[in-house]
């Protein structure tokens, strides 16, 4: 029995970590996507992209911050968070960090910084409530990503 109950912990283990795997596989194929994307999405909402930074880690003063793309030009930094199926979680998490950027990336001290999540998977509740909290949403749309934001959308900044 005892080594049953081994064996069946053993096979669990293992599946946990081929599916945390394949998520993350996933979440890299939405940054991906989202990259090339973001230039043309925040060029036609008036942002003049100068470049689009992937997978930025910031540890300061005790702290660690992780960004999956930023969309930077001299006076606006855009922070996306990409996931394969996004989550009001999600929004939250993301929301926190994006209060954080000018303390732990001195660098943008001065920009207007904006946020945006995207997914594979974007419920509508969800969308809903990160276009409330001021948040872009980049949404698939039949072959292409899209804005989901309505048209008169005033995003937040911090």
């Known amino acids: 029995m005892v080594r049953e109950a ?3 912990s053993k096979e669990v283990k293992a599946v946990t970590t081929s599916v945390g795997r394949l998520g993350n596989r996933l979440g890299e194929f939405v940054e991906e996507a989202v990259r090339p994307a973001a230039v043309r999405l ?3 909402c008036g942002i003049d992209v100068h470049g689009v930074q992937q997978n930025i880690s910031v540890k300061r003063d005790g702290e660690a911050l992780e960004i999956d793309l930023l969309v930077v030009n001299d006076l606006d930094t855009v922070a996306i968070e990409c996931k394969s199926n996004l989550s009001i ?5 993301h ?4 209060a954080k950027i000018k303390r732990m990336i001195p660098r943008y001290k001065a920009h207007r910084i904006l946020g945006a999540v995207a997914g594979m998977v ?6 809903a409530y990160a276009i409330k ?3 872009y949403v980049i949404a698939q749309n039949g072959g ?4 989901a934001n309505p048209a008169v959308f005033v995003p937040k900044t911090w």
Do not use: C, M, S, Y
């Open 6 to 8: 081994k064996a069946t």
């Open 42 to 44: 925040f060029q036609q």
């Open 89 to 93: 979680d999600d929004v939250n998490e």
């Open 95 to 98: 929301l926190e960090r994006l």
């Open 122 to 127: 974007i419920p509508d509740n969800v969308a």
């Open 133 to 135: 909290k001021g948040l």
């Open 144 to 147: 292409h990503l899209d804005l």
